[in-house]
């Protein structure tokens, strides 16, 4: 198992957040426009990688089971409030008014890892050692550490470590977790995956505001409906 491999994406993903923080301490007064042109077209490329995943793997019995079970165990689960909980708490802890360093930190932490993006680029690139999510997510995160540092100062630099932490922590859980998911259920973690993506994408356009942090356990769900799928020779 070469885990180095499964780790280039969120490698390449910190890089450009490391290398859009240091833009952002060189230069000042970059309009904010610029920001939200950047992040819309990012979204229309993410909801084009997540439909790429979910067609190519696509099961409609599989794929809409998942989704559903998985999204009314993370609604009774209260995932969602959990991320906000903790993100919250990341703020009054480490945040402190008018402490610009404390505050650049914790808003880069919260922004490039509490939330859904990371974690299912994180989970695709360690199990099927696939970067497009992350690749995307580098973009995005970059074009934000610019702007962060550039009001917030070097704070924003050491939510850096952290996101190389979480996310490289995360692709390598998966990675020995690949082993066991394999085949069938590989083919529905990427499609649902691959719509919670997509999901993602049109809330960053503002289209609509799907709690997609609550579909994660679709992720999990897939699997188990996958071999019963499999084993039960269902087809549609």
């Not at 450009?16 to 007064?29: K, P």
Request: hydrophobic share 60%; net charge neutral; glycine share 12%.
């Amino acid at each position: 198992m070469n885990l180095f491999a499964h780790e280039v994406g969120p490698l390449v993903n910190t890089a450009a957040a490391a290398a859009g923080t240091s833009i952002g301490l060189v230069l000042r007064g970059i309009p904010e426009t610029l920001r939200h042109a950047v992040i819309k077209i990012v979204a229309l490329a993410t909801i084009a990688i997540g439909l790429s995943m979910a067609l190519s793997k696509l099961n409609p019995l599989t794929l809409t089971a998942s989704l559903v079970i998985g999204t009314a165990a993370g609604e009774l689960l209260h995932v969602e409030e959990g991320f906000q909980a903790l993100a919250a708490f990341l703020r009054k802890k480490f945040g402190a008014a008018g402490d610009s360093f404390s505050e650049g930190f914790v808003l880069a932490v919260v922004v490039w890892c509490v939330g859904p993006l990371a974690i299912v680029g994180a989970i695709d690139s360690g199990l099927r050692d696939q970067n497009a999510i992350l690749f995307t997510k580098a973009i995005l995160d970059g074009t934000t550490a610019v702007f962060f540092a550039s009001s917030l100062g070097w704070g924003v630099m050491g939510a850096v470590a952290v996101l190389l932490l979480y996310e490289g922590g995360i692709a390598a859980g998966a990675t020995f977790l690949s082993g066991l998911v394999s085949g069938p259920a590989l083919a529905a973690v990427t499609a649902v995956g691959g719509m919670l993506v997509v999901a993602i994408g049109l809330n960053m356009l503002e289209a609509t505001r799907i709690k997609v942090a609550n579909a994660l356990p679709s992720l999990a769900v897939a699997v188990g409906i996958a071999y019963l799928v499999a084993g039960l020779h269902l087809h549609v």
